[in-house]
């Protein structure tokens, strides 16, 4: 406006009729593209260009240009192109609360409410959960195809009787779900089935529902229509949850979340959204085995050394709570090759079964195959038997098997390895009343593991009368309480001295 006036100060003495006119043949101009913008500012959606960016599909990270090798996680062509158009309104309405300046708070000033959990009726996933569903907090379950996640949700929706639950399925039909539902008994129950992918629809049937509970299966079928890109794809998944998110934030209902990890990485895996949810599930086991174990990853409302066991049975999914029991073979010969471990899986002690077969390597390499087991680890505990035992393990084919699909990392079944590879390979049998617990060190030294006394407690409860440990773990240890005879030992040598006489 101001250069209008200054036009106008300086034009109208010298031309006066003139630069009436030009003014206001430019002052309508203006006024008229004034119009125009104010036009334009309101149709943010229509003008609005698409946007596009390039995704890692493996790990999530975001380029504007297209790269061959992904900096953030090294996978090659991985980068998608995919379409972005930002739009003004959430679709989950968001309450138009003014911003207002926090202050900071004394920590005794901040109260809150004890907030009322979700019991559900299975015992393995509330331990898991840390005591129950959190009201408001996201659960990540994540886990590859046929696991039996959907299986899961579905029997928790089925056994809460007093909790309305949503259960908004993208993958199965109506019909397919009901089937389902009749294979794993449908009781008393207040469960609605919701077979949508659009979250605007689904946030409508929230609405009109109310449920207590919200499970989504799965996360990678949502789209939202405020994003481009097809369902699955990173940027999709990653709105979809950040809508629910918002959902379960302001309306204070939970939502389970699944959400699939594939080895071919067309789907987007759920481990873009890690840092999103409160709390990630993983489910895993063998397909082909009956066990599965839910273990906790994160969980903002607990503790993340949790651990659920499941047996997988014609009629669901079956809680194990006696699980060292049923994952030790009831043998009746004596067989060589066979330890037991008394391990610990998150807080629980487990004893699992290890099982070996070492024989002459028949070809010019020896074959070393381990499942369960971290296979370089076996090659180190091997190689500390050549070194420290003088066992000739080089020309050795070797076969390490844990029993039950069971995948250990924890160090404390080194030793019962140890064992199971030098009964195999001497060929004799390790009494069935004696297990293992310790951790075994490159100069071939027994090292101390974690939480002894559970350990010990589990195999005496299971019967064992003989258990293995570090002589460092006997320090501080009461030996009183237990009735199992205790070996605590140095060294490796001093453990086959004693097992094989
Ligand atoms: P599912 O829950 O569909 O796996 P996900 O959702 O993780 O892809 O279940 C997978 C497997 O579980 C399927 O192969 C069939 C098996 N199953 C049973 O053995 N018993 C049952 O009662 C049910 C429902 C499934
Ligand atoms: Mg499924």
């Known amino acids: ?17 003139f630069s009436f006119s030009f003014c206001f043949f430019f002052l309508s101009c203006s006024s008229i593209a004034y119009i125009l913008l104010i036009f334009i500012n309101n149709y943010p959606v229509k003008m609005s260009k698409a946007k596009s960016t390039y995704f890692c599909q493996s790990c999530g990270a975001q380029s504007a240009k297209w790269v061959g090798r992904c900096p953030s996680c090294g996978e090659w062509n991985t980068y998608v192109e995919e379409l972005i158009s930002k739009e003004e309104k959430a ?28 019991a559900t009726s299975d015992g393995e996933l509330n331990r898991v959960l840390g005591g129950g569903i959190v009201p408001g907090s996201i659960v990540l379950i994540g886990g590859e195809p046929g696991i039996g996640k959907s299986t899961l949700m579905l029997q928790i929706a089925l056994s809460l009787s007093t909790v309305k639950v949503l259960y908004v399925s993208g993958e199965e039909s109506e019909e397919q779900i009901k089937m389902r539902a009749e294979r794993l008994g449908t009781g008393e129950n207040n469960t609605y089935i919701l077979a949508e992918t659009g979250t605007q629809n689904i946030f409508k ?15 990678q079928t949502l789209h939202s229509a405020h994003i481009e890109s097809s369902p699955g794809s990173i940027s999709q998944v ?49 397909r082909h085995m009956t066990y599965r174990i839910l273990r906790t990853i994160k969980n903002r409302f607990g503790s993340t050394s949790e651990l659920g066991i499941y047996e997988m049975q014609g009629s669901g999914l079956r809680e194990v ?10 043998r009746e010969e004596k067989l060589s090759g066979t330890a037991i471990a008394g391990s610990l899986e ?97 100069g071939g030294e027994i090292r101390a593991v974690n939480r002894i006394e559970n350990r010990i407690a589990e195999a005496e409860k299971l019967g064992f009368k003989e258990i293995y440990i570090s002589k460092y773990n006997k320090k501080g240890l009461d030996l009183s309480r237990f009735t199992m005879k205790i070996h605590a030992c140095g060294k490796l040598e001093e453990v086959f001295s004693i097992l094989l006489g």
């Open 321 to 330: 709570s006696n699980p060292s029991e049923i994952l030790i073979s009831q």
């Open 238 to 286: 990653r709105e979809c949850t950040a809508e629910l998110l918002k959902y379960a934030k302001e309306s204070g209902t939970p939502v389970l979340l699944i959400g699939h990890i594939t080895k071919e990485g067309t789907l987007a895996g759920p481990k873009v959204l890690e840092h999103m949810v409160d709390t990630v599930l993983q489910f895993e086991g063998d």
């Open 91 to 118: 679709p989950w309405k968001s309450s138009t609360t003014r911003q207002v300046a926090q202050k900071p708070k004394h920590l005794d000033e901040i109260t809150y409410d004890q907030q009322q959990r979700i």
């Open 346 to 442: 998150g807080n629980r002690p487990l004893l699992i079964e290890v099982q070996s077969l070492v024989s002459p390597a028949t070809y010019g390499t020896p074959q070393r195959s381990s499942t369960g087991f971290d296979g370089k680890r076996l090659n180190m505990l091997l190689a500390v038997l050549e070194k420290r035992g003088g066992f000739r393990m080089g020309t050795q084919d070797v076969f390490l098997n844990i029993a039950g699909g069971l995948k250990v990392e924890d160090p404390g079944i080194d030793l019962s390895i140890c064992a199971s590879l030098v009964s195999s390979y001497e060929d004799i049998a390790i009494p069935s009343t004696v297990c293992f617990a310790a951790e075994v060190g490159l």
């Open 205 to 219: 049937q929230i609405e009109a529902l109310e449920p207590d509970l919200v499970i989504i299966d799965s996360i």
């Open 1 to 17: 406006m101001c250069c209008y006036y200054f036009c106008f100060s300086i034009l109208f003495p010298v031309f006066p009729c």
